[in-house]
């Protein structure tokens, strides 16, 4: 099983989709994950094109009450889709909306899918209908077609834990996981200031035992590749300073280590 490293454009809003394609490619990633909007799909395709990169776009749902996410995300859907990236990562629906609002936005993405081949994953994030570790099992047993982007960083912020006590909801969403955000969360936000100090090192175990549990149920089913998106934050996601409000760490150096843990790790 090949595993895909994948670096995000978040964070590097101040470049040029070119300027961070050749950043990107020398660091050694294998693609980018990239929010871009209608204007800038295009050439996001084509720049990942030209420098031998793969690309997931991702989607989000927007509007002041459900009708109008429902329209935005449908339509948002059917556009990215018809870029051909290597998936959809979307943000679906919110924790505000009822099930059968949020499933209703899952069943959209199904049928988009299967209109056009693209495969399309929902984000564990806060806010959204996959908000928690429990908040998701009704969903999983009801929509068993449901497949996640494995953010797990945001349910330890939301539980204030990591999840020792809720083995059966991870290990559920485990089972239908198929791509990887490798953000390391603590109780009290969703990224740790720098998961390279030694202060964090059961944070980082806690959450690479769950990637671990992926690859492994991939690699048993005979899949082709394992992605994985490493996603820590910029500023303002990243801790920064009071006043100078300067980061306490490079986001892209944690970036880049995260890729290296992984393939030493995994031996990749």
């Known amino acids: 099983m090949k595993t895909l490293f994948f670096c995000p454009m978040w964070g590097m809003e101040n470049l040029t989709y070119t300027e961070a394609a050749k950043r990107v490619k020398a660091a050694g990633y294998d693609g980018m994950e990239i ?5 800038k799909r295009n050439e996001a395709v084509q720049v990942m094109h030209d420098h031998g990169l793969e690309l997931i776009l991702m989607a989000f ?9 429902k329209k935005k995300y449908h339509d948002d859907l059917l556009n990215i889709a018809s870029y051909k990236p290597s998936f959809i990562n979307a943000h679906t629906g919110h924790d505000y909306f009822t099930f059968e609002q949020n499933a209703e936005l899952i069943q959209i993405a199904l049928d988009v899918q299967k209109q056009t081949g693209v495969r399309i994953l929902h984000e564990t994030h806060r806010g959204r209908f996959s908000y928690s570790a429990p908040a998701i ?3 999983l047993l009801k929509i068993p077609e449901l497949r996640l982007t494995a953010d797990y960083s945001h349910w330890v912020n939301v539980a204030e834990s990591y999840l020792a006590d809720q083995s059966e909801n991870v290990n559920r969403a485990i089972t239908v996981s198929d791509h990887v ?6 109780p009290e936000g969703p990224q740790v200031n720098d998961p390279r100090a030694p202060e964090w090192k059961d944070a980082l175990e806690s959450h690479a035992k769950w990637w671990d549990a992926i690859r492994s149920r991939l690699q048993k089913a005979n899949a082709a590749t394992l992605t994985v998106t490493c996603e820590f934050g910029p500023a303002g996601y990243l801790p920064t300073l009071p006043f100078t409000q300067q980061p306490v760490a490079s986001q892209w150096d944690i970036n880049v280590f995260m890729k290296d843990y992984l393939k030493k790790r995994w031996q990749v």
């Open 137 to 139: 099992q009704y969903y």
């Open 181 to 186: 955000h490798c953000r390391v969360g603590h």
């Open 61 to 69: 749902g927007e509007g002041s009450n459900f009708a109008e996410h």
């Open 35 to 39: 929010a871009a909007g209608p204007d």
